[in-house]
């Protein structure tokens, strides 16, 4: 295949439940490999490429799927930029595990798309960038706990190492903020400002789940207030 003239292309076909399958290669400037289950080869057409060793533009056959993919191209293009900016970057030879990461990867994009769509449909500017829609997702992963279970516990979590605790992102998120689990006050020796949007006070309150401080007095309970509006 390498040998062969530019414009040069090979159809082979398949059917997998019922669905025919196509796989188009195509020699352009490098082979280009694409499957489909609704065009190949036919129509071919025509299109002009660049020839470096002539220096003057030629026409070359292209099959009917590379023109549908170039038509299309432009929603994969943008979610593979999306993807690449904050992709996960766990390395790994098993190639099922990176299959598994890109999962995530789409996910959450289109997932934040979504959002997107949805804040402009009800006539509201989307306020999460990617970045931070991803910091989000992973927050409220890695933070929602279940209720504790009754009773003595078992030998096997007793065993269960326990897991450090790290460093939250600046925002909690509004159903890690609101879900009542494990928001114990804790009083600290320095004092810092009170992260409630309202107040902004010296105080020595701490949340414990949200690494944050908050006022919590007779006169004033942001500690409460944060939590529960």
């Known amino acids: 295949m390498l040998k062969e003239p530019r414009g040069t292309s090979y159809e082979y076909l398949t059917v997998f439940n019922n669905v025919p399958i196509t796989s188009v290669i195509w020699k352009d400037n490098k082979l280009v490999t694409l499957l489909s289950s609704y065009c190949g080869i036919l129509p071919e057409m025509s299109i002009n490429r660049f020839d470096k060793k002539s220096k003057r533009n030629m026409e070359v056959k292209c099959p009917s799927i590379i023109k549908e993919y170039n038509r299309h191209m432009g929603g994969v293009d943008l979610l593979d930029s999306l993807i690449g900016r904050y992709k996960i970057k766990i390395r790994t030879k098993k190639w099922y595990m990176r299959v598994w990461y890109h999962l995530i990867d ?36 890695t933070t929602s706990v279940s209720t504790p279970k009754r009773g003595r516990p078992s030998n096997e979590e007793r065993e269960q190492l326990k897991i450090p605790k790290q460093h939250t992102h600046s925002i909690t998120p509004e159903d890690i903020r609101t879900d009542g689990l494990h928001h114990w006050p804790e009083y600290k020796e320095s004092r810092q400002r009170c992260k409630y949007e309202k107040c902004g006070k010296l105080t020595q309150c701490t949340c414990t789940k949200c690494d944050k401080y908050f006022c919590c007095g007779v006169n004033r309970n942001c500690f409460k207030d944060f939590h529960t509006k």
């Open 106 to 141: 789409i996910s959450i994009v289109n997932a934040w798309l979504l959002y997107r769509r949805v804040e402009n449909e009800n006539g509201r500017v989307p306020k999460l960038s990617l970045f931070d829609f991803r910091t989000e997702v992973a927050f409220s992963l």
